[in-house]
T-cell receptor
Framework: NAGVTQTPKFQVLKTGQSMTLQCAQD?????MYWYRQDPGMGLRLIYY???????DKGEVPNGYNVSRLNKREFSLRLESAAPSQTSVYFC??????????FGPGTRLTVL | QKEVEQDPGPLSVPEGAIVSLNCTYS??????FMWYRQYSRKGPELLMY????GNKEDGRFTAQVDKSSKYISLFIRDSQPSDSATYLC?????????FGPGTRLSVLP
């Protein structure tokens, strides 16, 4: 099992450009999550999907959109990137409330 | 006040020391308590979880939860250089996961 995979690993954007971060899991988990991690701030939840076909906002959803394409895949889109969105983005999934499995992360820089 | 507070460190200890990592929280609705370890430039990995007050032991790691004081701890016995990482506490109710900022630990040989 690959677990949770994310693409790309690194990305540099210019202000105003758009991009989609891809996430896939092969553990048959119902729930999937997108977090951003900034120095001193810890992990902050952007959006989550409790099951296929549903999505909900987390703590910091502004500037982002998500799509739960199927049970395996959950994508995060930045429509018009801003320097404040420079961060490391992690996707996670779970099937029980006391644990999550994380992907390796995407390092995004917005110039 | 943040929902979850954690001393960011850095914390440096000699090999073999007992390490104590702590978090406090303010939301009494939290039901599940977790500790994650994150190596540099990697994703977090789950170390331990618990959902009741008391102690839970797994090898060299012990997780402790005191719901009355809203305080959780992770103890690492016989610490090793390979334990050098950032340790994140996390708490959850429903789908609302909240993470502490992490404590950076260095175990010196």
């Amino acid at each position: 099992n690959a677990g949770v995979t994310q693409t790309p690993k690194f990305q540099v954007l210019k202000t105003g450009q758009s991009m989609t971060l891809q996430c896939a899991q092969d553990m048959n988990h119902n729930s999937m999550y997108w977090y951003r991690q900034d120095p001193g701030m810890g992990l902050r939840l952007i959006y989550y999907s409790a099951s296929e076909g549903t999505t909900d906002k987390g703590e910091v959803p502004n500037g982002y959109n998500v799509s739960r394409l199927n049970k395996r895949e959950f994508s995060l889109r930045l429509e018009s990137a801003a320097p404040s969105q420079t961060s490391v983005y992690f996707c996670a999934s779970n099937w029980r409330p006391d644990t999550q499995y994380f992907g390796p992360g995407t390092r995004l820089t917005v110039l | 006040q943040k929902e979850v507070e954690q001393d960011p460190g850095p914390l440096s200890v000699p090999e073999g020391a007992i390490v104590s990592l702590n978090c406090t929280y303010s939301n009494s609705a939290f039901q599940y308590f977790m500790w994650y370890r994150q190596y540099s430039r990697k994703g977090p990995e789950l170390l331990m979880y618990t959902y009741s007050s008391g102690n839970k032991e797994d090898g060299r790691f012990t997780a402790q939860v005191d719901k009355s004081s809203k305080y959780i701890s992770l103890f690492i016995r016989d610490s090793q250089p390979s334990d050098s990482a950032t340790y994140l506490c996390a708490m959850d109710y429903g789908q609302n996961f909240v993470f502490g900022p992490g404590t950076r630990l260095s175990v010196l040989p």
